[in-house]
């Protein structure tokens, strides 16, 4: 066993075990952007623009180099290059510190380069790490190559807290660290584990004022990239979220060094809009919050999406949580100076963590319990990632003594390392137990399916689908994150329908927001790259936004306002009646739209279920493709317009055409399933919008063309394995399956 801490770290090893995890990474990389968060980072990125609180500005700036740099076809795969190398090099780091806890305990360097490899296997194709590095959801990735570069850099202090530079070390740790908090929050992750760290290792560091100044500053410097949100925010890029800044004409001192600008700053810091509970108040049980870890702890080693192999994912997850403790404790044993520190990240990247992420039940979570606990509406897998990342070192080191284990009772010599005796074994008795250490390549085996991307388009086409679904310069009303980020990735990135102004609901109900839509420029519809149901018609240019309201009449807009008796609503031809019920903001600012707008037609994304009906509209909406338009006179049914009981009206040739134009069903069928659950409305609105024009092509009595439709559909029901929806559909009732029996049995997003 060997005792020598003046070693040299195989960086070279390290090198080559990172550059061979992105190559994983780039065989799987996506081409395009994703679900969720994915499009609005990138698109912010991209614009240099603010994605929602507190806005991640250190990600925005590296993340608009990338944006820029030549090293890909496009601007969302060089931004997925970004979180490829991010975590390509974390892995890097956690084989240095897997071969560092291996040095007092291994005497061969090829055993400890084995370790450290066996590390950068188990961490970098678990499910959630694997699954973030392919696509840029967010900054996690970012966060976890801070996180891994502090934490190297700490084990070396550990080594020598009386070396001539060990003081330069704290000081970089401190400055990666704020950096790390400009791109999110998790960049402080390490600094409790570092500060005991410091206290167990040289505890006088502490009483250094000179030192501890020095690290304050640093952290300041690294986080001083929040100073750019004010000054870029009053230059109102596309993506704005928050507006941390009282100018409202354009960046002047005056504005932007006063009290607004601090107080909007601060809100936005504190992430205010999000409310969220004191600690205290626990949003869902401890038990609860740590079931949830373990939920997607289990997902990490076999990401089984469909709940096939419950019985083996649940053994997989055992024996690597067995793994990791083991490794934890042999790490203790065998390595306390590094242990001072790893130890106490470890528990701060678990037990920690699950309690001040305070979360409510998870999505997937305790089905059984169903409605009746408060959900996070997506899950949250994706906060772990830094502990499932980092559970690599223990699961590597664990795998490493159970393979010396092993290798003794094969065949062991007698070694003497000062006054003690070992029995080590021979080297012919490691080879021949080397098949144990297949065990690392379990998560890539088990993952690729579920975590690869390679060749995804989907969200794209979605996006550029349900924009082109709304007529030229019209108002595309949505509700939700995967029906609106998408779409300005759509807008602002690849340049597709900007001529369309999205108006998402949540956002409404938010004062910045609507000073966004009314500062948008209006812009010219590209009619050769539009649908061709669309050409050759003359649509007239708005001359001026979609919100006719000046900045103060939209920031004096009340929260809700509450209808107590029937109200009478209507333009033109246009009249209804809204009934008794609490208006939000947003409800309120829609109607207004609608008033003040002749040369632009309303759209209520087929994704906002049932809104239209609420404001009265839903005798007055017509479906075309993935929107329902807002007509001006009652809808009269007719060759081309007919009803469908559960849709309303259809515009029979409109949807056919816009159906044949659709990019998304193709790319569906080639991806061939779908892993996130609670994002599993979109692959449904698709097969709803085919079903429910082949069901109107039905009652205008065209089956031919109704039957190739249904087809389409039904051929992504199958990839997207809509269980019961798919036997209706392979073998087709006496009339086709309608839409509301489709939202019957899979339930639209939130």
Request: charged content about 20%; overall charge neutral.
């Amino acid at each position: 066993m060997s005792q020598d801490l003046d070693y040299r770290p195989s960086y070279l090893a390290a090198t080559i075990a990172g550059l061979l995890t992105l190559l994983l990474y780039l065989i799987t990389l996506s081409p395009e952007t994703a679900m969720w968060d994915t499009s609005e980072y990138i698109t912010a990125a991209y614009t240099l623009g603010l994605p929602h609180p507190p806005g991640n500005p250190f990600f925005v700036l590296i993340g608009r180099v990338f944006a820029v740099l030549p090293i890909a076809p496009s601007v969302a795969m060089r931004i997925n290059l970004l979180a490829a190398i991010s975590s390509a090099v974390s892995a890097g780091m956690w084989f240095l510190i897997t071969e560092r806890v291996l040095v007092g305990w291994l005497d061969q360097r090829w055993q400890r380069i084995v370790g450290g490899s066996l590390a950068v296997l188990i961490g970098a194709t678990a499910f959630t790490v694997w699954s973030q590095s392919v696509v840029n959801e967010k900054v996690y990735t970012v966060s976890l190559v801070g996180l891994a570069i502090c934490a190297w850099l700490t084990v070396r202090w550990c080594d020598e807290p009386d070396a001539p530079k060990a003081d330069r070390l704290l000081v970089l740790v401190a400055y990666l660290c704020g950096l790390g908090y400009a791109n999110h929050m998790a960049g402080m992750l390490a600094v409790p584990a570092v500060g005991i760290a410091v206290l167990i290792r040289k505890p006088a560091t502490l009483l250094r004022w000179k030192l501890i100044l020095a690290c304050a500053a640093a952290v300041f410097l690294g986080g001083s990239s929040f100073a750019t949100q004010p000054i870029r925010a009053a230059h109102f890029p596309a993506i704005n979220e928050g507006e941390p800044t009282a100018c409202r004409d354009g960046l002047t001192v005056s504005c932007t060094f006063s009290k607004g600008t601090y107080d909007a700053f601060k809100y936005n810091f504190d992430r205010g809009q999000y409310a969220k509970p004191p600690l205290a108040d626990r949003q869902a049980p401890f038990s609860a919050q740590i079931g949830m870890w373990w939920l997607y702890f289990k997902w990490q080693w076999l990401r089984d999406a469909h709940n096939k192999k419950p019985g083996l994912q649940g053994g997989l997850a055992a024996l690597f949580l067995v793994l990791g403790i083991l490794g934890g404790w042999v790490h203790y044993r065998r390595d306390p100076r590094s242990f001072a520190f790893f130890g106490p990240l470890m528990a701060t990247l678990t037990i920690v963590l699950i309690y001040y992420l305070n979360f409510k039940y998870g999505a997937s979570q305790a089905p059984e319990l169903a409605d009746s606990v408060d959900r996070e509406v997506r899950d949250r897998d994706y906060f772990y990632l830094w502990s499932f990342s980092a559970w690599s070192v223990w699961a590597a080191l664990g795998l490493v003594y159970l393979w010396e284990s092993l290798a003794v009772v094969l065949g062991s010599e007698k070694v003497r390392v000062g006054t003690d005796t070992f029995d080590l074994p021979t080297k012919r008795s490691w080879l021949l137990t080397s098949p144990l250490l297949a065990i690392a390549f379990v998560p890539m085996v088990g993952n690729w399916q579920a975590s690869s991307r390679a060749g995804e388009t989907d969200t794209a086409d979605f996006a550029i689908d349900l924009l082109n679904s709304v007529e030229p310069y019209g108002i595309l009303v949505t509700v939700g994150d995967n029906d609106t980020f998408p779409l300005w990735y759509a807008q602002e990135v690849l340049g597709v329908r900007k001529d369309v102004t999205v108006a998402n609901t949540s956002l409404l109900n938010t004062d910045w927001y609507t000073r966004q839509i009314i500062r948008r420029p209006v812009f010219e519809y590209d009619e050769a790259n539009g649908p061709a149901i669309f050409r050759g018609k003359q649509w007239k240019k708005p001359d001026g936004p979609a919100i006719k309201m000046t900045m103060d009449e939209a920031d004096r807009l009340p929260p809700y306002q509450e209808v107590t008796t029937p109200q009478r609503f209507g333009k033109g031809q246009l009249q209804t009646v809204i009934q008794p019920r609490v208006l939000a903001r947003a409800d309120i600012l829609v109607l207004r739209m609608l008033l003040d707008n002749d040369d632009r037609a309303i759209h209520f994304s087929r994704t906002s279920g049932s809104l239209a009906e609420q404001l009265g509209l839903g005798e007055y909406s017509v479906m075309q493709g993935h929107t329902r338009k807002v007509v001006m006179a009652p809808v009269v049914e007719s060759s081309n317009i007919v009803r469908i009981p559960g849709e309303g009206y259809v515009d029979v040739e409109r949807s056919v055409a816009l159906w044949k134009e659709m990019k998304t069903p193709e790319s569906l069928i080639k991806k061939g399933d779908w892993v996130d659950a609670p994002s599993k409305g979109i692959p449904f609105l698709i097969v709803s919008t085919g079903v429910a024009t082949a069901e109107a092509l039905l009652r205008a009595g065209r089956q031919e063309e109704a039957n190739a439709v249904l087809d389409r559909s039904r051929n992504v029901a199958t990839a997207m394995r809509f269980g019961q929806i798919v036997n209706q559909l392979v073998s087709p009732p006496p009339t086709p399956l309608s839409d509301t029996q489709l939202r019957t049995a899979v339930p639209p997003q939130p």
